[in-house]
């Protein structure tokens, strides 16, 4: 699921006005004497260049945070699902555990449905912490180390079939340093077939590239969208 680029850009203008100069004496290390308002200019050759670059931040984000996943069907029994095999991914962003975020994610997959309790649902897909009701069916999550949390991408009602398309953003808290898991769980070894329906026709989301193209099993996404210190 992946990331925009946060950029800072800050543009100064600087100009010189007229400056009297001794006819008989040439530059010694500082240009102008006086300037408009007869106050001195002390202002040593090549400094404005240096003073005008420094003013511009050359800053990027502090970390980077994508995801891509895929939990495919590892054959095929004619039915709306398949046996497949559970998928976990990890990484670690950069900074230290000083360092305090709040980040935005864009979710998009085809996935299937899992209610959750005891945490507390966006409406959307995301579920902050809590568990799955039913432990048989799919259990999508993101962890993150620290602070620690769960976060469930694939809440929904209908869980009987099949799959369903998903593009949304949701907030979490992350340090420096902290290590994001992505862990999908496909509960009784089988995970829903990518189709619409029963003997339904293969889900794509727009800005998803899969191979195959479409995919016959679940996907998911992630990208990230802002960063803010907290």
Not at 33 to 56: F, K, L
Not at 132 to 144: F, R
Not at 202 to 222: H, I, K, N, R, W
């Amino acid at each position: 699921m992946r990331f925009a680029i946060i950029s800072l850009c800050a543009l100064c203008a600087c100009g010189f006005h007229g400056a009297a100069r001794g006819s008989d004496a040439g530059p010694t290390g500082s240009e102008a004497t006086v300037g408009n308002d007869g106050a001195p200019i002390d202002t040593p050759i090549g400094s404005v260049d240096a003073a005008i670059d420094a003013s511009i931040p050359i800053d990027g984000p502090p970390f980077t945070l994508a995801g891509s996943w895929r939990i495919p069907c590892t054959s095929h029994i004619a039915q709306d699902y398949c046996p497949a095999s559970g998928v976990t991914q990890a990484t670690t962003i950069a900074g230290t555990s000083a360092q305090h975020y709040h980040v935005t994610v864009r979710i998009r997959g085809v996935m299937s449905n899992n209610t959750y309790q005891n945490g507390t649902s966006a409406g959307t897909g995301w579920y902050a912490g809590g568990s799955a009701m039913m432990s048989i069916y799919d259990q999508l999550a993101v962890t993150v180390s620290s602070p620690a949390a769960v976060y469930f991408i694939n809440e929904g009602t209908d869980r009987n079939c099949c799959t369903h398309v998903f593009d949304y953003t949701a907030g979490f808290d992350i340090d420096g340093g902290a290590t994001v898991t992505f862990d999908g769980k496909t509960g009784d070894a089988y995970i829903w077939e990518n189709k619409n329906g029963p003997n339904g026709a293969a889900l794509t989301v727009a800005g998803v590239t899969t191979t195959p193209d479409p995919y016959d099993g679940e996907f998911a996404q992630m990208d990230l969208l802002t960063i803010a210190p907290r």
